[in-house]
């Protein structure tokens, strides 16, 4: 996943986004970039502190039906690593639904870290992205940071 997408994802969970941007997105990609995408999210999931307590709200806020696969996989398994990483396992054509289902998980969750962290200097994540000296500032640190990992990977003194 790319810094834009990853920041894409965040500007959803702050609720400035609308779901259908990520699934145009989603779509867009290969088989392989769906799976890395999949796999990103379950990361994103598990650092905003997922809890049991956002499986049904997340089930109801994704408007697909309780009974289908991915869905009824959350709910047995709950917000655990292992259980989310079982969903992202399922058949290729239950992608478009694991997609769904794990992005609004990830909105709740994330929205409640958001709300505790909101502006930390620490997390790029949780600053306001409706701001776009905000998301400027986090290119310039990425960039910054991608200069001194090469500068340190090829022995060059700073």
Known sequence: MDLAQEILINKYGQGLVDIEVLIADYAS???????RYLTYLVMLIIQSKSVD?????????????KTYTP????????TQYCSLKKII?????EFDKVLILLLNLFRIAYYRRF???RNNPDKWW???LSDEK???NVYKLFNSLGLLIF???????I
């Open 89 to 93: 396992r399922l058949p290729t054509y």
């Open 71 to 78: 869905c009824v996989l959350l709910e047995k398994g709950g």
């Open 134 to 136: 905000k998301i400027a």
């Open 29 to 35: 990609l290969d088989a392989d970039g769906k799976n």
């Open 115 to 117: 709300q505790k962290e």
């Open 151 to 157: 500068t340190l990977s090829h022995n060059v003194s």
């Open 126 to 128: 949780y600053w306001d």
């Open 53 to 65: 307590t956002d499986v049904m709200p997340a089930i109801e806020n994704s408007r697909l039906k």
